[in-house]
């Protein structure tokens, strides 16, 4: 059987707190996000927190790039900026998870994460994380092109707009993708257990 990670993006305070004023119910998303990361690290699967952030004088944020003109313009993002950092709920737990760190969207450009997860023999990922139209869609496009096998947990993934969320779980990642609910995935490892 191939190996299988979790790879997790941008569960960053900022990028939560951006979620309040949509219809996602936070508490509720974080703590099935708590609940599918426990149940993964117990049957045994790799979690990759995957986070943003930026050097404290942007070097690394493109003015050409117009995401990383706005974070520029913001003053947000920063390495140290707690907005930046993992998210309260997730961040005890996830001490022995690989962190990766990136500076564009798609969690493989510019980054270790592929190297990381070929060392470890892993093929197979599933992906959760935010925002749909942002880090899901890129890292999944880049994924395919990379011939990793994907699932995406549609209910662990979400985006500011509840519409774009829906379409892209439903048929643009569908086309590269398994796309599961949490639970579904889970249930798959811990009854091999």
């Not at 305070?13 to 609940?35: H, N």
């Not at 426990?38 to 117009?66: E, L, M």
């Not at 309260?88 to 190297?115: C, E, M, N, Y």
Request: proline share 3%; hydrophobic share 45%.
């Amino acid at each position: 059987m191939s190996k299988t990670a979790l790879v997790v993006l941008d569960m960053q305070t900022g990028t939560i707190e951006m979620l309040r004023d949509t219809a996602t119910d936070l508490d509720q998303y974080l703590a099935a996000v708590s609940c599918t990361l426990a149940g993964a690290r117990k049957a045994g699967i790799p979690v990759v927190q995957v986070t943003t952030s930026f050097r404290p004088d942007y070097a690394d944020a493109s003015p050409r790039n117009q995401m990383a003109a706005h974070i520029r313009a913001a003053g947000a993002y920063k390495d140290t900026d707690p907005a930046a950092q993992l998210h309260p709920t997730i961040t005890a737990a996830a001490a022995d998870d690989i962190h990766v760190k990136k500076r564009r969207v798609s969690a493989f450009h510019g980054t270790d994460l592929d190297l990381v997860l070929r060392s470890s023999g892993i093929e197979k990922i599933a992906i959760a994380g935010l925002a749909t139209s942002g880090a899901v869609l890129s890292t999944v496009r880049q994924a395919a092109d990379m011939d990793y096998e994907i699932t995406v947990l549609a209910d662990l993934c979400a985006d500011l707009d509840p519409d774009v969320h829906r379409i892209l779980i439903d048929k643009v990642l569908a086309k590269q993708a398994s796309v599961v609910t949490a639970e579904e995935w889970l249930a798959y490892f811990l009854k091999t257990k």
